[in-house]
């Protein structure tokens, strides 16, 4: 198995920036892809990034797309999330995700974290 714990959010003005990290433990050369999600209240979850296992290729969600970005530090085990010009819509709980796959997809993972709370106020 295979273990993930957020950290980083909080509470930002629009506009501002916030760091989020993800820090995989356990059996974690089973992790290959890593990912981004979140959930906004009342909402569905959604993809926001993804990374390889390489950290070659990375994918984002339109509405994130020149604002965030998503890297990776696989001698730390650790997935980095990059937010900046934050706005009120971006506010969710998100999620770390990961998959034994190396190749980086918009879906299909096998692990997921708990969660960390990101408000962007107006």
């Known amino acids: 198995q295979v273990q993930l714990v957020e950290s980083g959010g909080g509470l930002v003005q629009a506009g501002g920036s916030l760091r989020l990290s993800c820090t995989a433990s356990?059996?974690?050369?089973?992790?290959?892809?890593m990912a981004w999600f979140r959930q906004a209240p009342g909402q569905e979850r959604e993809f926001v990034a993804g990374?390889?296992?390489?950290?070659?290729?990375?994918i984002y969600a339109d509405s994130v797309k020149g604002r965030f970005t998503i890297s990776r530090d696989n001698a730390k085990n650790t997935v980095y999330l990059q937010m900046n010009s934050l706005k009120p819509e971006d506010t969710a709980v998100y999620y770390c995700?990961?998959?034994?796959?190396?190749?980086?997809?918009?879906?299909?993972?096998?692990?997921w974290g708990q969660g960390t709370q990101v408000t962007v106020s107006s």
């Open positions: 995700a990961a998959r034994t796959a190396r190749a980086v997809v918009f879906g299909m993972y096998d692990y």
């Open positions: 356990g059996r974690t050369f089973g992790t290959g892809a």
């Open positions: 990374i390889s296992w390489s950290g070659s290729s990375t």
